[in-house]
């Protein structure tokens, strides 16, 4: 067992796929490695490296392209296929969500909508607001934002050295490997001198650095607001088709025109789970004029790590009409008045006067049902999964276990749910091999950024091939895409010998 008194560097830490450069559990927030892709000199920003290290994955994507059908909705002569992307939290381990990325576009995937939860909701943001033109490639300046990101200072708070090791350990950040008990204890006595501040800060890091650090990157690339943001992901200008042999309404296509992004986080005030920019309007007066960097900073929030997100000033408008419809339709108040002026006054004073928010994550970590809707899609929404959480039990042999089988359980089981009751979507959830990697490892060394990118890319390679064009015996589409809107449709017999109809209902 390694013991957290004394780091020390060991071959390697053996884990489910492979072996993960060895990492120690004590935080090098002080002396940086020289090998760490964010110590000592700033690492170039340079996408050619990550670019080099898949060239296997890329081919597959390039040869996969020609016979992927994935969607209904079409742009550049069929050359472009359009879905909606979610990307789940994870931390450090987000980096594979740009490997997924780069290689579905090599692939001709682009993508309209575009979600997600912490570490999802970083990636989604980068790539709704770095790409000029939405049919664009959005991996390359991702992954150049992420590589020259100084993570490190991200940990802002005082007795970081002391603390962040038990934290990592109490939220499950430090990967496969498992400190003996005297490192256990090593580690409680060097944090509780640090109780006091935790306690009245409700964490250790502030994330004001981070969110300075996503507001100068959306700020860099023109968007200030979320008009902006919205402007920018708009697909008016995309030349978009309907795959020949599919139905679809003139309003239905200006619908789909219309990109979002959509980013979760939980208001733990009053036990909602807020949908960012969607659900602005309950916090501010004129939420189209926010800049959506506090939106990607309240999903980060990750419990005890970094210390809360507050918006604080609901004192000043709840008063209004709008601010009060849209608690109304969050259900908040729920009371059994029946009275509509009894319920009214109810709800002005059940609104807060501010509002805290925390990690997405503990509400839904990967919220892959965010671009639902009711009856038949004309395009899927694809998802990023980190890790394989579920693919074993959890052990709880001691309050530090138990937490994290806990934190598991509840940030991960709607989820979980969505795609049990929604079969048919299985095939279009990735799932990133990141067992072995620290996500809160904010030193990372560049070989385990590359190794997560080439994982993720990995993932995305095997989920292209579940796309691939096929016919039955008698001719007709028997691809997955299709299996997917047969199954939405109720139909359950063999394939039907036309294309299925969309109505417009997206």
């Known amino acids: ?109 682009r993508f309209r909508g575009i979600g997600g939860t912490s570490a999802g ?62 490192g256990m204890a090593w580690a409680v006595a060097k944090t509780l001198p640090e109780l006091p501040r935790i306690w009245k800060n409700r964490g250790l890091h ?17 968007i200030t607001d979320v008009a902006g943001l919205h402007a920018r992901m708009s697909l008016d200008k995309s030349g978009l088709q309907i795959r020949e042999g599919v139905l679809c309404s003139a309003e239905e296509l200006a619908e789909i025109s219309r990109a979002t992004l959509k980013l979760v986080a939980s208001d733990v005030t009053t036990q909602t789970k807020v949908v960012f920019p969607d659900m602005a309007d309950l916090y501010y007066a004129n939420p189209k004029q926010q800049h959506p960097s506090g939106f990607v900073r309240a999903s980060m929030s990750v419990p005890l790590f970094f210390q809360p997100y507050e918006i604080a000033n609901l004192k000043d408008i709840k008063g209004l009409q709008s601010v009060q419809d849209a608690w109304g339709e969050t259900g908040y108040p729920d009371n059994d008045d029946t009275d509509v002026a009894a319920i ?82 299985k095939p279009l959830v990735a799932v990133a091999d990141t067992c072995g990697f620290g996500w809160l490892d904010f030193d990372m060394p560049e070989p385990q950024k590359l190794e997560l990118f080439k994982r993720g890319a990995a993932a995305g390679v095997k989920l292209l091939k579940r796309f691939q064009k096929s016919h039955a015996a008698d001719g007709t589409p028997n691809d997955s895409w299709t299996k997917i809107k047969r199954a939405r449709a109720g139909v359950v017999s063999a394939p039907a010998p036309a294309p299925v109809p969309v109505p417009a209902q997206h």
Not at 2 to 12: H, S
Not at 50 to 63: F, H, T, V, W
Not at 354 to 370: E, H, M, W, Y
Request: charge should be negative; charged fraction near 20%; proline fraction near 5%.
């Open 1 to 109: 067992m390694l013991c957290l008194g004394r780091p020390r560097a060991f071959a390697g830490l053996q884990r489910c796929g492979g072996t993960v450069p060895a990492r120690t559990f004590r935080s090098r927030v002080v002396a940086r490695s020289a090998n760490s892709g964010n110590g000592g000199a700033p690492p170039k920003n340079d996408a050619s490296k990550y670019y080099s290290y898949i060239q296997g994955e890329l081919k597959d994507a390039r040869d996969l392209k020609e016979n992927l059908v994935i969607s209904d909705v079409v742009s550049n002569n069929g050359e472009l296929q359009w879905v909606d992307l979610v990307l789940a939290g994870g931390g450090l381990l987000g980096i594979a969500h740009v490997g997924f990325v780069c290689v579905l576009e090599e692939a001709g995937v």
């Open 121 to 182: 909701a970083i990636n989604a943001i980068i790539v709704a607001a770095t790409r000029a033109d939405p049919t664009q490639e959005s991996w390359r300046k991702t992954i150049e934002i992420l590589s020259a990101a100084d993570f490190e200072s991200f940990q802002d708070g005082e007795g970081v050295e002391n603390c962040n090791a038990l934290l990592k350990l109490a939220l499950g950040a430090s990967g496969d490997a498992k400190p003996s008990k005297l």
């Open 206 to 222: 502030p994330g004001d650095k981070f969110e300075a650090w996503v507001k100068e990157q959306l700020t860099d690339n023109g």
């Open 344 to 425: 009214k006054a109810a709800r002005l004073a059940a609104i807060p006067d501010k509002a805290t928010f925390v990690d997405g994550g503990t509400l839904s970590n990967f919220p892959i049902s965010l671009f639902d809707i009711k009856g038949v899609p004309l395009l899927p929404t694809v998802g990023c999964q980190l890790g394989k959480a579920r693919a074993e039990p959890q052990t709880a042999a001691n309050p530090i276990e138990l937490y994290k089988a806990m934190n598991n359980t509840s940030r991960n089981i709607g989820d979980y749910d969505y795609v049990i009751e929604n079969p048919m979507y």
